[in-house]
């Protein structure tokens, strides 16, 4: 899903709309403001760019999917994620909020959607041939969790070595 279909998904009237992505669920704009102001304060929200919106600016935030009874229990289940009914967004308070938000953030670097790269460092690092076999034989759910943090743990364990 794009990141347009997102915002729209996101500013349906008397919808907060939480969208799957990967282990999280985000909420964009309309419906973080709304999952902030109704649900839970401490959300961590993050800004970024987007170029295919002409550099537009969009605040998102999410949690872990295994989390969602905990704060909305009546959450319904849909294609995309979740959704829940709630109050029509006032639109004053909610340029307030967006206003006030985006000047608390670091400014973002403009990043492609295309994508969702994260440059950690700028190392380069190779992976040997047993774990380029394992990723090649790995999918969501093959192995056990103790296998997958194993390998994240090998891979973290090489990164710091090479510090």
Known sequence: MNIQDKIILSERPGKL????EGMFLRCYEQSLFLFITNYRGDLHVSLRQFK?????????????ASQLKKYLPEAQETDWGYEIDCEIVCSERYQAWFKKTTQSLPAPEE???QFNKTEVSEKVFYFNCELCQFLESWSP??????VDDGFIMTVKKALN???
Do not use: A, H, T
């Not at 709309?17 to 799957?20: F, M, N, Q």
């Open 141 to 146: 759910g093959k192995f056990p969790r103790s």
């Open 52 to 64: 295919n919106l002409d550099g537009r600016l969009v605040v998102y935030g999410g949690f872990p």
């Open 161 to 163: 070595e090479m510090e």
């Open 111 to 113: 990043k492609d959607d």
């Open 17 to 20: 709309s939480l969208i799957r």
